[in-house]
């Protein structure tokens, strides 16, 4: 059978007409706009998430993965932003709700809420600057390649925490994973690998880093400068719990990227990523290894509503 696939402005008016929450309201997604002054657009003041919701066709059900991990995530960003998120989680996450059944997704979706720092004065500082809250829903597919994909060490350093919050998944900070990302595609990669300032692994451009050596499943800590990934934290579990894997969270060295028998990243967007090649280095047989593959597969498992086991983390729309 052939598919239809939609004409680029209906996937436009598509968005154009669909539900987001605003300040306070739900309103069309055409009728949320800011003006070109807006603080965070020019100084990068805003802090966001992104939440994923798998439709299990089987089930006729759309599932919200961790969804109030997100928002507490968000709220305790905000602190360290001086900024405040106002609704409380529950009250973040039944909006969040509505607005999946609103936009009446039976197809994999993503939430973007974001707060940012809406006042138009030019000036740059955190506080005394009020702050704007949205939250918008769009379909989504796989963010980067799930089947293997190939990666370079970036130049550009993951930013250090010294310099600005790392864990806080502010807006301004993402220059620095664009800048690793275009270099990557740019020259012929599919993602980038940053390293921090003392030249240990620290993540990928959106993407936690794993890495199986002799067995063990390693992972760059928290101090390394990552983002604490959710998702990181669900493959922890499931590596530990459902497989019994020793899971070390240690400095990694950029030639152990080299040696190592699997690499895969993860997070929201990329979901679990087996990586198959570094700089050009083959890892382990040039294919997604056992241990990723079992991973993955008992992420998506999971995130698709398929393992009661694993219930709780979920949330249904319908
Ligand atoms: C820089 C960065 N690292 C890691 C992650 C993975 O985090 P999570 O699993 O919470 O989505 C993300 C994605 O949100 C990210 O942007």
Known sequence: MTQTVPARQDIASGREQSWVYFNGDIVRYADAKVGLLTHALNYGTGIFEGIRAYWNERKEQLFVMRMPEHYERMQVNARTMLMKLEPSIDELCAVSLELLRRNAYREDAY??????????????RLHDVPESLGIVTTPMGDYVGTEGIRCMISSWRRIDDNMAPVRAKATGLYVNAALAKSEALQAGFDEAIMLGHDGHVSEGSGENIFVVRRGQLLTPPPSDNILEGITRATIIHLAREELGLEVQQRSIDRTELYMSDEIFMCGTGAQVAPVIEV????????????????????????????????????TPVY
């Open 111 to 124: 939430l973007r809420p974001l707060l940012f720092k809406a006042a138009e004065v030019i000036g740059v």
């Open 279 to 314: 700089d050009r280095r083959r890892i382990g047989d040039g294919e997604p290894g056992p241990m990723s593959l079992r991973l993955k597969d008992l992420y998506l498992d999971l995130a698709r509503g398929d393992s009661a086991k694993y219930a709780e983390w979920l």
